[in-house]
């Protein structure tokens, strides 16, 4: 699959502002400053459809992007950001939530995991989160180009050992900077969205 045509539909931050046209969803979640949006927009192939910071707490609300006039892509903030206050850090957590609990469009989450790190807590508790709500996962280890191939072996398996990754869903090593995921991750997404 190609991605042709990008488009930025609507910023969300509850359910009534989300689309109604049914079409398929795909989530990328994950700790703040992980990469999420700079890994959509390496998919999409566009320099900053989604915007980036290197400062944690940037993507503040659902954001939702239209492509191939086909499926969304739905850009979440992070969690694990210790620099807002309590009550941001709930009314995001309870955003993303009800988002994933509910939303029926939503076919698959692509978990986003620093490569360099030992997942935290929060990884794990998202994780188990998406898998307790049924709710097709890919993990995406990002920034793989700051690792050398040895640690990125040990890396990858300290981290499938902390999530205790279920067998069924798939990991893919990525890198922005190196553009390195982007054939296996729209496969993914190609599969899924002809289910
Ligand atoms: P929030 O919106 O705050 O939740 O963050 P985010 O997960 O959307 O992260 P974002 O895409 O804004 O990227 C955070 C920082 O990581 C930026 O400085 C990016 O340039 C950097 N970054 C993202 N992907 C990569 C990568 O593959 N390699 C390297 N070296 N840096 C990356
Ligand atoms: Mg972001």
Redesign the pocket.
């Known amino acids: 699959m190609e991605i042709k045509k990008a488009e930025f539909v609507i910023s969300a931050v509850n359910r009534d502002n989300l689309p109604v046209d049914g079409k398929n969803e795909f989530v990328f979640c ?13 998919l999409v192939n566009r320099k900053s459809l ?11 609300t659902l954001n939702i992007f239209l492509i191939n006039d086909d499926f969304y892509f739905v ?4 969690y694990g ?1 210790a620099n807002v206050s309590k009550s941001i850090k709930a009314s995001f957590a309870k955003m993303i939530e009800t988002y994933i609990k509910k939303r029926e469009e939503l076919k698959m989450a692509f978990l ?1 995991i620093d490569f360099r790190h030992k997942p935290s807590n929060d990884d794990i508790a998202m994780y188990q989160f998406l898998k307790y709500y049924g709710v097709p996962t890919t993990i995406i280890l ?5 690792l050398s191939n040895n640690e990125k072996a040990k890396n990858k398996k300290m981290i499938i050992e902390a999530l205790e990754k279920a067998d069924e869903d798939e990991i893919i090593e ?5 553009k390195i995921g982007i054939k296996d991750t729209l496969d993914v997404i190609e599969r899924v969205n002809q289910e």
């Open positions: 994950g700790r703040s400053n992980v990469g999420k949006s700079s890994f959509i927009n390496m989604a915007r980036t910071s290197s400062n944690p707490g940037k993507t503040q850009d979440v903030p992070g950001y986003l990002t920034k793989a180009d700051k990525t890198s922005v900077l190196k």
